[in-house]
């Protein structure tokens, strides 16, 4: 009997290391998931503007030209 509750009381344990250590996996994919909903809301405000102020391709040809230089030198 006390050969049984020893070994309760070690898978016991055992479980209730294997759930803190999920829970904390849990709490950090929660915290990621939120800043990367952060991210994206973001980055769709942003969007928001530029479509709202027409900004087209036409306007960033200078980047493009400056890329190209770049990549020849």
């Known amino acids: 009997m006390e050969e ?6 070690s898978e ?3 479980l209730k290391t294997k759930n ?3 829970y ?3 709490k950090n994919q929660q915290r990621t998931i939120s ?3 952060r991210i994206i809301e973001s ?6 503007k530029v479509k709202e102020n027409k900004l087209e391709d036409d306007e960033w040809e200078d980047l493009d030209d400056i890329m190209k230089e ?3 030198n």
């Open 35 to 37: 800043r990367l909903k």
């Open 12 to 14: 016991n344990d055992s």
């Open 70 to 72: 770049d990549e020849i």
């Open 24 to 26: 904390r996996k849990t």
């Open 20 to 22: 803190e250590l999920l």
């Open 4 to 9: 049984l509750n020893l070994t309760l009381k």
């Open 43 to 48: 980055q769709n405000t942003f969007l928001k």
